[in-house]
């Protein structure tokens, strides 16, 4: 069930206000397209955005808030609201406050209090479907008995979509890049380099994004006092019934002094018995709501097995998908190893073709050399018999021959290369 009303009601929200802002809709929508895009960018330079807002019943309305709005009702500072800025990238951050929980996890943007879930409006999958299976899951759980409080629902359905999805990246990570490694082995090309360079980013930055989410549960974890400030419904529970006694007290005393109202009283005395006694109430509410947390906090820390025992399973999922791909990365290294040892082997297979390249060249210089001396111009006796030139050849070549087989032999026995 989905509307658009105001968050607050008409208390909240000025007449005048409303008024302004559906006139300026109006204005805005006879305009031309480029003024529509101006006045959005200042209206979003204002602050005021498109929020979800889903009550205990999964009852869910679009609102239009402006960050004071959120500020005033939620009790958050506006820091907090900044990590729910979607202009701004910030890690994955969860953040325990006095009156609400502040979630920002990937896409999932949204703020957890004892009674609603204000989620940041988008058209983003990931948020359609938190929105969609958090009414329904509330839908269903209200004529159940309820075993976790609504806040922890709330994250409960964040942590598991986030890790859900990260989980099915990895997945179709492992799917692509599993077979891009395999084709790189048996052939090393630029193109498949380049398919695994672009693949290698992908598995780094998802890597970073997993690593955050598991390290915003760990530090929860670790750290009871946040945990114990996580449970809201429990502080709004004690804090009602502190203000309730506080009435109650407050009630009983303006008895007491009705009972005693036939002694004369001055007209200065009776104001300022009047005024102590609402300055008496008031530091009555505020010392008892101050008390009431301080209990619910060390109750809290005492008992703070389940929001444990919730964030303990979510850290095992993104545990193992974080095991998923430091997997992946050890086989991409691995295929960087055999690369570089297939690389080295083809290089030393090329320099011990170089070096025999040079002993043959080296011989053959030698043997041309010594034809080139019986091919000058001088007077010798040798020249008066045909066959001599013959026999030079002949020893000049097999010399050079058995120059080179010396060679290989002994490369061979110092181990240089195998023959």
């Known amino acids: 069930m989905e509307e658009s009303q105001p968050l607050y009601g008409p208390p909240n929200l000025p007449e005048s206000a409303s008024a302004h802002s559906s006139e300026r809709y109006h204005s805005t929508g006879n305009r031309s397209r480029g003024s529509s895009v101006t006045a959005g960018l200042k209206k979003r330079g204002h602050g005021s955005r498109s929020w979800i807002k ?19 009702h939620c009790s958050l500072p506006a820091r ?6 979607p202009l701004f990238i910030y890690p994955s951050t ?12 990937e896409q999932i943007r949204c703020i957890i209090t004892a009674d609603e879930v204000i989620l940041m409006n988008s058209l983003d999958g990931s948020v359609m479907k938190y929105k969609s299976e958090l009414c329904k899951r509330l839908q269903i759980k209200k004529y159940q008995a309820e075993d976790l409080p609504f806040e922890f629902r709330a994250l409960e359905l964040a942590l598991e979509l986030i890790c859900m999805s990260l989980d099915a990246q990895v997945y179709e990570l492992e799917m692509e890049m599993y077979p891009v490694l395999d084709e790189l082995t048996t052939s090393v090309s630029t193109l498949n380099l380049e398919r695994v360079r672009r693949l290698k980013g992908h598995l ?38 502190g203000l309730s006694d506080v009435c109650i007290q407050t009630h009983t005393s303006g008895g007491a002094r009705e ?40 109750d809290a820390g005492e ?9 303990e399973a979510y850290f095992i999922v993104s545990d193992n998908t974080l095991s998923k791909l430091s997997s992946l990365k050890e086989y ?22 170089q070096l025999l390249l040079t002993a043959a060249t ?16 001088f007077a010798d006796s040798i020249f008066d018999y045909p066959s001599a030139f013959n026999w030079v050849l002949v020893i000049t070549g097999g010399t050079c021959g058995l120059l080179y087989f010396s060679f290989l032999f002994y490369l061979r026995r110092r181990k240089v290369f195998p023959l």
């Open 332 to 353: 991409i290294d691995d295929t960087e190893d055999l690369i570089n040892i297939k690389l080295g082997n083809v290089q030393n297979q090329l320099i011990q073709f």
């Open 259 to 298: 009972v005693s109202k036939s002694a004369p009283v001055s007209p200065v005395e009776s104001s300022t018995s009047g005024s102590q006694k609402l300055q008496r109430a008031f530091s009555s509410i505020v010392s008892l709501s101050k008390h009431g947390s301080l209990m619910s906090s060390s």
């Open 303 to 311: 008992n703070i097995e389940q929001l444990e025992m919730l964030l």
């Open 362 to 377: 080296f011989l053959a210089t030698i043997s041309a050399s010594v034809t080139a001396v019986f091919g000058m111009n």
């Open 54 to 72: 889903i009550d205990k019943n999964g009852n869910s309305k679009t609102l239009e808030l402006d960050k004071a709005t959120i500020m005033r």
């Open 204 to 241: 780094l930055a998802l890597t970073q994004r997993v690593q955050k989410v598991r390290d915003e549960i760990e530090h929860l974890m670790d750290d009871d006092g946040d945990m114990a400030e996580m449970y809201l419904t429990e502080k709004k529970q004690r804090s009602e019934a």
């Open 94 to 105: 969860i953040l325990g406050r006095e009156k609400a929980i502040v979630v920002s996890l």
């Open 80 to 85: 907090d609201l900044r990590l729910l800025d």
